[in-house]
T-cell receptor, first 111, second 115 residues
Framework: GNSVTQMEGPVTLSEEAFLTINCTYT??????LFWYVQYPGEGLQLLLK?????DKGSNKGFEATYRKETTSFHLEKGSVQVSDSAVYFC??????????FGQGTELSVKP | NAGVTQTPKFRILKIGQSMTLQCTQD?????MYWYRQDPGMGLKLIYY???????DKGEVPNGYNVSRSTTEDFPLRLELAAPSQTSVYFC??????????????FGQGTRLTVV
């Protein structure tokens, strides 16, 4: 079946540090991949997406590349800010209607 | 634009009581979803719907029921509340056509406590 696995959190970084949050997936066919972000007390909102192999999604300084050969979609940012503190979710959509999320990775950025 | 609206925002239920979590969207999205979010556990799909009149089970459907009589509304029903259903519930919607899939839009969530 379809599944998404993320690195466990919490991840604590200093401001301007480099961020990587690992995400790997299991799916049949060619899923679309997403990163969502959840700020405290809010619902999830889309951060970036990629719909086919080798696509790179990017937004607000975050990037992720769809790697079919390693079934991965790791999230990166070159220089994090305190305002990036949130929970980040990797997700996939495969044909059939299900949107499946990973367990989430909490990021805390200290000044 | 209202987007996805969930009501209520908070609710306390006693064991064995029933309630309906309401979800409505005004974006004419064909797909709608219900998730529960337990602390540190991510989002688990309860039920989803690919269009009016069509619903299907997700990962954790036991103890819940849904209906989709209109494109806009996708209520989630808890018939006999149990403490294990204490969670934050999120409704979401998206538009899917052929292989094109747009982002999912989420409501603000309903925090449910069963005591």
């Amino acid at each position: 079946g379809n599944s998404v696995t993320q690195m466990e959190g919490p991840v604590t970084l200093s401001e301007e540090a480099f961020l990587t949050i690992n995400c790997t997936y299991t799916a049949t066919g060619y899923p679309s991949l997403f990163w969502y972000v959840q700020y405290p007390g809010e619902g999830l909102q889309l951060l970036l997406k990629a719909t086919k192999a080798d696509d790179k999604g990017s937004n607000k300084g975050f990037e992720a590349t769809y790697r079919k050969e390693t079934t991965s979609f790791h999230l990166e940012k070159g220089s994090v800010q305190v305002s990036d503190s949130a929970v980040y979710f990797c997700a996939l959509y495969n044909q059939g209607g299900k949107l499946i999320f990973g367990q989430g990775t909490e990021l805390s950025v200290k000044p | 634009n209202a987007g996805v609206t969930q009501t209520p925002k908070f609710r306390i239920l006693k064991i064995g009581q029933s309630m309906t979590l309401q979800c409505t969207q005004d974006m004419n999205h064909n797909y709608m979803y219900w998730y529960r979010q337990d602390p540190g556990m991510g989002l688990k799909l309860i039920y989803y719907s690919v269009g009016a009149g069509i619903t299907d089970k997700g990962e954790v459907p036991n103890g819940y029921n849904v209906s989709r009589s209109t494109t806009e509304d996708f209520p989630l029903r808890l018939e006999l509340a149990a403490p294990s259903q204490t969670s934050v519930y999120f409704c979401a919607s998206s538009y899917v056509r052929m292989t094109a899939y747009t982002e999912a839009f989420f409501g603000q969530g309903t925090r449910l406590t069963v005591v």
